[in-house]
């Protein structure tokens, strides 16, 4: 008797087991990221409330029409500008967020919004 549990918990496990997806399929639902940080640089060619993005920065983060900048605590909405001069690890904007407590050369995060 003892046998025939043991085959029926092996056949328990084996009918789990096809139920369960492999590893690789885990991979493959790779979400994008939320958010990322990159520099962010002042550029007297940027028009007020703008920010110009890199297009893999742009395809990276889903950004479509507006983006946050975030940094110790102060947040910024600007209008996304894709640009293929801007190096995909920073952002390029005016320098009136220097009035709003940003600067120039810093470290910023940068996620989507709608």
Do not use: C
């Not at 909405?77 to 904007?93: F, H, I, M, T």
Request: proline content about 8%; overall charge positive.
């Amino acid at each position: 008797m003892s046998s025939e549990s043991e085959q029926e918990k092996k056949r328990d496990i084996r009918t789990f087991l096809l139920v369960v997806p492999p590893a690789e399929a885990f991979k493959k639902q790779k979400k994008p990221p939320q958010e990322k940080r990159v520099r962010l640089k002042y550029n007297p060619a940027v028009k007020s409330g703008s920010l110009h993005v890199s297009p893999e920065l742009a395809k990276e983060l889903p950004l479509k029409e507006f983006a946050e900048i975030s940094v110790h605590g102060k947040r910024v909405r600007l209008k996304v500008v894709v640009d293929e001069g801007v190096p995909s690890g920073e952002v390029w904007s005016s320098s009136d967020l220097k009035s709003q407590g940003i600067a120039d050369n810093s470290i910023v995060t940068l996620r989507p919004t709608d």
